[in-house]
């Protein structure tokens, strides 16, 4: 995308890319330093809506590099648009908040979270704010977390990855991943209402369908939800390569 700029605190845009849409700029409240100002482009990309910080000059055309890195110091990030859950059909929950993965989550216990779920291995926040950042340049995960307010810390998550496909007219292809609620706080539904929001948020990008993997034991729970084994359809296989193999892949 170009965009040019006609003064400091509004942007006219031209787009090339194929079903790209330019919908708004407005001047961030974050940053107010003449001459530069932090603008605030909102653009449809390719069914995904994003936020993007540019600093541009008046009268200034620049080129915005949709790849570039946005996290700025401590500056709370979300992973993706958090209007794009207020779309939903979200339930209200007293002292809960259902929201985007923060690059400050770090701190709210994320990984520990993960961590009740599977081998999360030793990351520090540097690692974790790498990771971070190329997931959001990515554009294909939708991690949705569920804080408590009360003590500030994340107690449930579960990812969508939607994965572009050739396929069926270059659909999307969902995939429902890391599914972990605290363990002071199972007996609450909050698996179950966290399988639903990404549910719904497949459906809301389009993807024309959405598959799992999971222990032999939550067979019952996913299919409550909906999920069915496909017949002739239905096998999970697999090729675990070493731990130092993983290691050095991660650092790529």
């Not at 209007?83 to 923060?102: S, V, Y």
């Not at 709210?108 to 790498?130: D, M, P, R, S």
């Amino acid at each position: 995308m170009r965009i040019i700029s006609g003064n400091t605190t509004s942007l006219t845009g031209t787009e090339h890319l194929e079903r790209n849409v330019f919908k708004k700029c407005d001047k961030s409240p974050k940053w107010d330093s003449k001459p530069r100002r932090l603008l605030e482009i909102e653009v449809l990309l390719n069914g995904f809506e994003r936020t993007y910080d540019i600093f541009v000059l008046p009268r200034l055309r620049v080129k915005m590099n949709l790849q570039q890195d946005i996290h700025h110091g401590e500056e709370e990030v979300e992973l993706f648009n958090k209007n794009i859950l207020e779309r939903l059909t979200l339930p209200p929950i007293e002292g809960l908040l259902i929201r985007p993965l923060r690059s400050t989550d770090y701190d709210k216990g994320f990984l520990q979270l993960l961590a009740q779920l599977t081998e999360v291995g030793k990351i520090n926040k540097e690692h974790f704010l790498k990771i971070f950042q190329r997931m959001k340049n990515a554009g294909i995960y939708y991690i949705v977390v569920i804080e408590d307010l009360s003590c500030a810390k994340v107690i449930a998550s579960a990812t969508l990855i939607a994965e572009q496909k050739f396929i069926h007219n270059c659909a999307l292809r969902g995939r429902l991943e890391d599914v972990v609620v605290n363990n002071n706080y199972r007996g609450k539904h909050l698996g179950k209402l966290l399988v639903n929001i990404i549910l719904q948020l497949a459906r809301y990008l389009h993807c024309y369908k959405i598959s799992l993997d999971c222990r032999d034991t939550l067979i019952p729970f996913y299919e409550s939800l909906g999920f069915k084994r496909e017949p002739n359809n239905a096998n999970s296989l697999n090729i675990r390569f070493s731990n130092e193999n993983t290691t050095e892949q991660s650092h790529l």
